[in-house]
């Protein structure tokens, strides 16, 4: 995707899709549910986006 320093973690749940965004020290700095796969997907992109950017700043 990107060469930002994150992680993240897609993990189908009962209710649907959990993610999460960890930092290079292994911190979550984002996380959330959405109800499909591509959603999720979706949410973890630009989730890794926002905090690039405001890494940047």
Excluded: C, K
């Amino acid at each position: 995707m990107t060469d930002f320093p994150f992680a993240y973690s897609l993990a189908h749940a009962e209710s649907g899709w959990t993610w999460r965004i960890f930092d290079e020290e292994g911190e979550t700095v984002a996380q959330g549910l959405d109800l499909s796969q591509s959603a999720a997907q979706a949410a973890v992109e630009s989730a890794i986006r926002m905090a690039a950017s405001e890494a940047r700043a």
